[in-house]
């Protein structure tokens, strides 16, 4: 069974300052490691993917982020945030044998402030 | 675009009522999902299909059944609503290999009275 901590609920920044939201797994099994986000009254989107290969993923839109076996961490990041990111952001893992299956953390809304 | 189209955007139903939510999806997916979104608990698995008349319990099936008679359509179904019920449904799709995202609905947010 794999489990997912967002060890925060809420993050508020400023405008075009960095951002990073934490995430940590927990999986007996190798993993796949993935982020949604959720715009306000809308359904989940696939931001990126860690599948294998490069420990590094990025996003269309400048978000990035870094897969960590030692750590067990996918923590999510963006050098400078726009009004626009305003969401929530949910990590979520895989395990390689649990078919289809994804186990969800339980989300960090991002709020960026003018 | 891959579209997933779910019944109602809000529902009020009362206590004992039974309570149909439906799923649409245009892209042949193999794999459809029905999740609950609850705040600081993220989404939660209630069933999971990967073929037509089939179905998988997920992390919290009780309470909940499901029925997919063609390939497009799942349904999820609340036998006797309860106010614990209450909360925002997602339904999601995807092709059959975890490497392929979940393409979510918009969500039905239920209340339950």
């Known amino acids: 069974a794999q489990s997912v901590t967002q060890l925060d609920s809420q993050v508020p920044v400023f405008e075009e300052a960095p951002v990073e939201l934490r995430c940590n797994y927990s999986s007996s099994v190798s993993v796949y490691l993935f982020w949604y986000v959720q715009y306000p009254n809308q359904g989940l989107q696939l931001l990126l993917k860690y599948l294998s290969g490069s420990t590094l993923v990025e996003s269309i839109n400048g978000f990035e982020a870094e897969f960590n076996k030692s750590q067990t961490s996918f923590h999510l990041r963006k050098p400078s945030v726009h009004i626009s990111d305003t969401a929530e952001y949910f990590c979520a893992v895989s395990g390689l044998n649990a078919g289809n299956m994804l186990t969800f953390g339980g989300g960090t809304r991002l709020m960026v402030k003018p | 675009d891959v579209k997933v189209t779910q019944s109602s955007r809000y529902l009020v139903k009362r206590t004992g009522e039974k309570v149909f939510l439906e799923c649409v999806q245009d892209m042949d997916h193999e794999n459809m999902f029905w999740y609950r979104q609850d705040p600081g608990l993220g989404l939660r698995l209630i069933y999971f299909?990967?073929?037509?008349?089939?179905?998988e319990k997920g992390d919290i099936p009780e309470g909940y059944s499901v029925s997919r008679e063609k390939k497009e359509r799942f349904s999820l179904i609340l036998e006797s609503a309860s106010t614990n019920q209450t909360s925002m449904y997602l339904c999601?799709?995807?092709?059959?290999?975890?490497?392929?995202?979940?393409?979510f609905g918009p969500g039905t947010r239920l209340t339950v009275t």
């Open positions: 999601a799709s995807s092709f059959g290999d975890i490497s392929y995202e979940q393409y």
């Open positions: 299909s990967y073929d037509v008349k089939m179905k």
